[in-house]
């Protein structure tokens, strides 16, 4: 049985313009082309950002492996590791305490670092950095060890600095709760010495003399409420004097909810 003939005939006009197009390729076919040439070239060779770049951050930290972060933050040891391989290596270290703990107040300390390092290239370069740590503004059981805790953040704080890196590191981000703060500065507040007589004599004159009822006064801060002036502390009666000798000089009007 003979096959039926295609009706589908192509022209001479039609066979030019097939021709055209795949001379004179589209705007969308040269890009194409252009992005697989540059892909082809590329491959096997990328380039990292530089430390000028706006991604080399997040080039580093993707560095990184998952021990060596903390919430998506570098860690002190991790930071390390990147120095050797992206800076240099370290030479020489030195570590100054410049506030010990005491028996009166066990959880502070201030360490100074000073990081020394032998470039891959340019000049040797010197970071320094310090660290303060208290209960609060370091979370347990970190703040237990306040020395051991400030030496590694001024560390990384150095090793940061050093690699360029636009974050706050593991170690800067250990910050204790609020409720915990409340409830450090609470205890703070209890242990410390009451106001002088003198402060407390000149608390009384001076509201006496503005016509100012104190205990008015004194709930009127939040911090102070159903508390007595022989109950506050010398930094409480200093700032009590302060607000009154504001009001005393007119710097600032007297509240009428706190008058006499």
Known sequence: MAKKASTNKITANDMAAAVASINTPSVEVENAILVKELKEKLEGEFVPPTPNDPAWTEYLLD???????????????????????????????????????????????????????????????????????????????????????????????????????????????????????????????????????????????????LGIDLTKCLNAQADLQNKELDKLSIEECSRILKLLGSFDRKEVDIPKDILK
């Open 63 to 209: 560095q990184l492996t998952d021990k060596e972060k903390d919430n998506g933050k570098p860690t002190n040891a991790g930071l390390r590791r990147l120095a050797r391989i992206y800076a240099g290596h370290l030479v020489s270290q030195n570590v100054d305490v410049m506030y010990c703990p005491t028996v009166n107040d066990p959880y502070r300390a201030t360490v100074k670092v000073t990081m020394s390092f032998l470039m891959h290239s340019g000049p040797n370069t010197t970071m320094s950095d310090a660290a303060d740590i208290s209960d609060l503004n370091t979370q347990q059981p970190f703040s237990l060890h306040p020395v051991g805790t400030a030496t590694t953040v001024a560390e990384s704080r150095c090793l940061k600095r050093l690699l360029c890196l636009n974050i706050l590191t593991a170690d800067e981000s250990k910050l204790p709760t609020n409720d915990y703060i409340k409830s450090v500065q609470e205890v703070i507040n209890a242990t410390l010495p009451t106001g002088n007589p003198a402060q407390k004599h000149a608390i009384s004159n001076l509201a006496n003399k």
